[in-house]
């Protein structure tokens, strides 16, 4: 059994940044794991995604050129550094781990879920 545990959110004035970390119990160098996000009121948003090796990237349209998702396999942990944040950004983030190789936007796709984050971006 995996567990997720994720931390780094926080208050951040727009035009800030701040590095997510999910840390897993268990080992995870042969999962793809994926930050999703969701506000209040609204439905899971897909963030970003990679793959076990790392090799494989994607991001949402919303987040691409501000985020960068990356992992230490070493160390059973996936980051995601966000940059030039902006008040919309403000959502409580998850992470989420699927026991295959390979990333996906689908948040149905993902076995394993952390409590998530909160990250607030203030205008």
């Not at 794991?33 to 897909?46: C, H, I, L, N, T």
């Not at 963030?47 to 494989?56: D, E, F, L, M, N």
């Not at 990356?70 to 942990?77: E, Q």
Request: proline residues 2%; positive net charge; contains cysteine.
């Amino acid at each position: 059994q995996v567990q997720l545990v994720e931390s780094g959110g926080g208050l951040v004035q727009a035009g800030g940044s701040l590095r997510l970390s999910c840390a897993a119990s268990g080992r995870i160098y042969n999962y793809a794991v994926g930050w999703f996000r969701q506000a209040p009121g609204k439905e899971y948003e897909f963030v970003a995604t990679i793959s076990w090796s790392g090799a494989t990237t994607y991001y949402s349209d919303s987040v691409k050129g501000r985020c960068t998702i990356s992992r230490d396999n070493a160390k059973n942990t996936v980051y995601l550094q966000m940059n030039s944040l902006k008040p919309e950004d403000t959502a409580v983030y998850y992470c989420a781990a699927r026991s295959t190789y390979s990333t996906s936007y689908n948040s149905r796709h993902y076995d394993y879920w952390g409590q998530g984050t909160q990250v607030t971006v203030s205008s």
